[in-house]
């Protein structure tokens, strides 16, 4: 089941061009994220093992300028999974209109205990398949 976190614009996101701030389309896409994360994988039991869901590159594009009291929706699907790494996309759109704000494509490892990315085999694998693709 896709989650679709909803985000309303308001004035401390804007900046002086009276649009919201280009770091802040960064929050948005990690509420999305999290909002995937945690509604598909146990992170209580990756905490305990050590593993860490960690963003290696994010690569964004701005679509359209967003101003204060837009209602927006984070769009989170799994791109591509490889052995160590994988690679999430993501869309920030207008809720009523589903027009895209911005997008990005996410790249991301799971660290283990020493900190190191380990390899995507497994049960870890099979969490992050949750994700669904989009």
């Not at 389309?25 to 146990?42: K, M, P, S, T």
């Not at 999430?88 to 990005?104: T, V, W, Y």
């Not at 694998?125 to 693709?133: A, I, N, R, T």
């Amino acid at each position: 089941m896709q989650i679709f976190p909803e985000i309303l614009t308001r004035g401390y996101h804007m900046d002086i061009f009276g649009h919201v701030n280009n770091a802040r389309y960064l929050e948005f896409l990690e509420e999305g994220r999290w909002a995937q994360l945690e509604a598909h994988i146990d992170l209580t039991k990756w905490a305990a093992q050590g593993l860490v869901f960690m963003v290696v590159n994010i690569n964004i594009n701005y679509r359209k300028a967003v101003g204060p009291g837009e209602r927006l929706q984070v769009v989170t699907s799994l791109q591509k999974l490889g052995n160590r790494s994988g690679v999430l996309k993501q869309e920030i759109r207008f809720k009523d209109s589903q027009e895209i704000a911005a997008d990005a494509l996410v790249t991301f490892v799971i660290t283990g205990p020493d900190g190191s990315a380990v390899s995507i085999e497994g049960e870890v694998q099979e969490d992050l398949l949750k994700l669904g693709s989009g």
